[in-house]
């Protein structure tokens, strides 16, 4: 497969390769197939495509800068670092602008209610403030477990006029949170439109997510051309569902001298159920409506995972991060949970920059990475939110 057929992806029917598809109940097949006609509908209107770019600057604060981190770059002495600062957008991460293209899509489409999944809350929070901003109801599905880890983030959504259905199936986490949103949608499809809120779950989700997030990429695309007077030689970004990371490089992906690298949640090393690093052990198999690695047992049963983030802690990856790996176009490795915090603290101490416990992934992979580069070598981390939500946590993780 040629390097430009690789951002000519997916497929119609919303295939990476092997990956992807829709494999969904029949009752969600139409609802998926209105929103997928409707997409690329707004995806080609100039009008459309006019009133997002309005709201992400004039509400999100976009564009958002590409800073170079000297002290860091100095401490590590290799590749020149910068930070690509999504945690500076409203909201204090990059999911705001994949929440505020899907909303500005379902006033288009008539819908009168959101609903959303969210682990750590930071894709409700995004929503929920979408929601209030033009005047829909919002309703956001959370496992009880994550409601007790993130009790900051219910009581900011509540403030925002959301409904949050507190979910007790299962590990009551973020899985068992997306099955309730689905059946949710499956009720009420005519009223609602479902935010998800990664490059994940079925056609046209991925697509759809990644064409909201790029607009990372192609910031830092023309930002580094106008600092460097070239592109970088490295990206690195963490990978949970995977759409911060898809974001800065999709854009990139027919430059073939940029490499890139995805970080995913290695917990507390890579042993069953203490990780979510679905490319260290994981196999093909389909979870909530798409095809992909997953971490499963050998009898199909989704395995727990863990990570000190919980942005990164769901057992799979989007399609589309499964398939560029099979191309080795971008490699794949991951952080524990203790070399996440220790990144977190030191970027806080060199930069002035805390950053969200899901970037300090990537963060940390970079600091491993950057001293044997060059010092003539250009590198971006996607800083993808702000770690003020992780505070109390790593507070009690880390003593000063
Ligand atoms: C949700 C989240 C992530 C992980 O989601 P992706 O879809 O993989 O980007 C990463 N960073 C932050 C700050 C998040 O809130």
Request: with cysteine; glycine share 10%; aromatic share 8%.
């Amino acid at each position: 497969m040629s390097v430009s057929a690789t951002s000519a992806m997916p497929d119609a029917r919303g295939h990476f390769g092997p990956y992807g598809g829709r494999f969904v109940p029949e009752t969600l097949m139409h609802p998926l197939q209105q929103l997928e006609d409707e997409y690329f509908k707004a995806q080609a209107d100039p009008q459309f495509q006019q009133e997002l770019q309005y709201y992400l600057r004039e509400f999100c604060g976009r564009p958002t800068p590409l800073y170079y981190a000297e002290r860091l770059t100095r401490e590590l002495g290799g590749a020149k670092i910068y930070l690509k600062r999504e945690d500076l957008l409203h909201t204090g991460a990059h999911k705001i602008n994949n929440a505020m293209g899907q909303i500005l899509l379902a006033r288009r489409m008539g819908k009168t209610r959101i609903i959303a999944e969210t682990g750590a809350g930071q894709h409700g929070v995004a929503t929920a403030t979408v929601s209030a901003m033009f005047g829909l109801k919002c309703v956001i599905y959370m496992g009880e477990v994550d409601c007790a880890r993130q009790a900051l983030n219910v009581y900011r959504m509540k403030m925002l006029g959301a409904e949050i259905v507190s979910v007790t199936a299962g590990q009551k986490t973020l899985k068992e949170a997306v099955n309730e949103a689905m059946r949710d949608w499956v009720t009420n499809v005519r009223s609602t439109h479902y935010i998800l809120g990664t490059a994940y779950g079925a056609h046209p989700y991925p697509v759809m997510v990644r064409n909201f997030q790029r607009i990372i990429g192609d910031e830092a695309r023309r930002q580094i051309l106008e600092k460097e007077q070239r592109l970088p030689d490295l990206l690195v970004a963490c990978v949970g569902g995977g759409s911060n990371a898809i974001g800065l490089f999709y854009p990139f992906l027919e430059d073939a001298s940029v490499k890139m690298l995805g970080v995913e949640a290695g917990g507390e090393g890579i042993k069953p159920e203490k990780h979510a690093a679905r490319f260290q052990g994981g196999s093909l198999g389909v979870l909530q409506g798409t095809q992909s690695y997953i971490l499963q047992d050998e009898n199909g049963q989704i395995q727990s995972t863990h990570s000190v983030s919980a942005g990164l802690d769901y057992a799979a990856v989007g399609p589309e991060h499964a398939w560029l790996r099979d191309l080795q176009r971008v490699d794949y490795t991951y952080a524990t949970d203790e070399q996440a915090l220790q990144a977190f603290i030191r970027l806080a101490r060199l930069e002035g920059i805390i950053p969200a416990l899901e970037s300090s992934h990537a963060v940390a992979a970079a600091m491993e990475r950057a001293p044997s580069m060059g010092r003539d070598q250009l590198m971006i981390i996607n800083l993808s939110g702000r770690g003020d939500k992780d505070v109390a946590q790593v507070a009690t993780r880390v003593a000063l």
